[in-house]
Nanobody, 118 residues
Framework: QVQLVESGGGLVQPGGSLRLSCAAS????????WGWYRQAPGKQREWVAA???????NYADSVKGRFTISRDNAKNTVYLQMNSLKPEDTAVYYC????????????WGQGTQVTVSS
């Protein structure tokens, strides 16, 4: 069983920064893809960023140039550094882990609230 535990959310002023962390425990494969998603009130969950086991990254256009996803394989942890935060970044942020051989298993964190407000 794989469990993901997130941390790092909170209240920040516009223009500020936060770093989210998501640590995995259990049976973690060496080949996998981490992702971050977010869900604002009244909206559908949307993809934010992803990083493969090879280190390739991709970002949603809305966060490109402001957010950076990274991973520490030794710690089975993924990070999301968020800079130049805007009120529209306010959401619950979820980490996501995809792995598997033959079939893909998908795991989710419990979510962490990020509020950008003055």
């Amino acid at each position: 069983q794989v469990q993901l535990v997130e941390s790092g959310g909170g209240l920040v002023q516009p223009g500020g920064s936060l770093r989210l962390s998501c640590a995995a425990s259990g049976s973690i494969f060496s080949i996998n893809t981490w992702g971050w998603y977010r869900q604002a009130p009244g909206k559908q969950r949307e993809w934010v960023a992803a990083i493969t086991s090879g280190g390739s990254t991709n970002y949603a256009d809305s966060v490109k140039g402001r957010f950076t996803i990274s991973r520490d394989n030794a710690k089975n942890t993924v990070y999301l550094q968020m800079n130049s935060l805007k009120p529209e970044d306010t959401a619950v942020y979820y980490c996501n882990l995809r792995q598997g051989i033959g079939r893909t298993y998908i795991y989710w964190g419990q979510g962490t609230q990020v509020t950008v407000s003055s």
